[in-house]
C-alpha cells in the first residue's frame, strides 16, 4: 500500500461530509488527511520536498509557517522517533505546484531559521519510480557477492537498512531495526558494504 487512497461520492454534500468528519482522525500511529482529490497535472507533481537540519525543538506549525510563505502547503510532517517522541530534525513539505516548491528550496536552502544554530537543508523529496526501483532490486539480486543462490525463509536477523534507503530516498541516517519472522526475505552482501549486517531492498 502506498497509504493513500481515492472514495467518489454521488453526492458532493457526502463528501463533503466526509471530509468535515474524517480529515484529521487518528489511526493507530498515523493522522489521516481528507480532501478533495486534485486532476493530476505536470504542474503539481513532484512537489514534495525533504528538510533536514531542523531545530529539534520545532513543531510542525513551525515547520508550515516557515515555509508558508512560498505558496499553498498540502501536508506536512516532522519524523520523530517512534521510542521517545523527539523529533529527528527531519521533515517533508508538499506544496500545492512545483514551482512552488522550487521557491521555498531558493528562499531556505542553506538558510538558519529562527531558533537553529546550524542551516537546514531544502531539497526535492526523491520519489523513486517504479522501474528505478527494480533497477537497484535487480542491480543487487544479480550481486556476484550474494551468499544464497535463491530467497532466505524465515530468517530473524538484524538488518541495517542505510545503505539502501540513502540509495533510493536520500536518506542519511536510520537506526537498525530488527525483523523477526518475516518470510521470503532475499539475502545478499551489498557491494562495498563492510561490517556484519545485512541489507534487504523492501
Not at 71 to 98: A, E, N, W
Request: charged letters at 20%; a positive charge.
Amino acid at each position: 500500500s502506498l497509504g493513500y487512497g481515492f472514495v467518489n461520492y454521488i453526492d458532493p454534500k457526502d463528501a463533503e461530509k466526509a471530509i468535515n468528519t474524517l480529515n484529521g482522525l487518528r489511526l493507530q500511529t498515523k493522522t489521516i488527511k481528507v480532501s478533495y482529490a486534485r486532476p493530476s497535472s505536470a504542474s503539481i507533481r513532484d512537489a514534495n520536498l525533504y528538510v533536514s537540519g531542523l531545530p529539534k525543538t520545532m513543531t510542525q506549525k513551525e515547520l508550515e509557517q516557515l515555509f508558508s510563505q512560498y505558496g499553498r502547503i498540502i501536508t506536512s510532517r516532522i519524523l520523530v522517533d517512534q521510542v521517545t517522541g523527539v523529533s529527528r530534525g527531519v521533515g517533508f513539505i508538499r506544496f500545492d505546484k512545483r514551482i512552488e516548491a522550487e521557491e521555498a528550496i531558493k528562499g531556505l536552502n542553506g538558510q538558519k531559521p529562527s531558533g537553529a544554530t546550524e542551516p537546514i537543508t531544502v531539497k526535492f523529496a526523491n520519489n523513486p519510480s517504479q522501474k528505478t526501483s527494480q533497477a537497484l532490486l535487480s542491480q543487487l539480486y544479480q550481486s556476484p557477492n550474494r551468499r544464497y543462490p535463491g530467497p532466505l525463509h524465515h530468517q530473524a536477523q538484524r538488518f541495517r537498512l542505510d545503505n539502501l534507503l540513502n540509495m533510493a530516498y536520500g536518506v542519511k541516517r536510520f537506526s537498525p531495526i530488527t525483523i523477526d519472522g518475516m518470510t521470503s526475505l532475499v539475502g545478499m552482501n551489498i557491494p562495498g558494504h563492510t561490517g556484519t549486517g545485512w541489507c534487504i531492498f523492501v
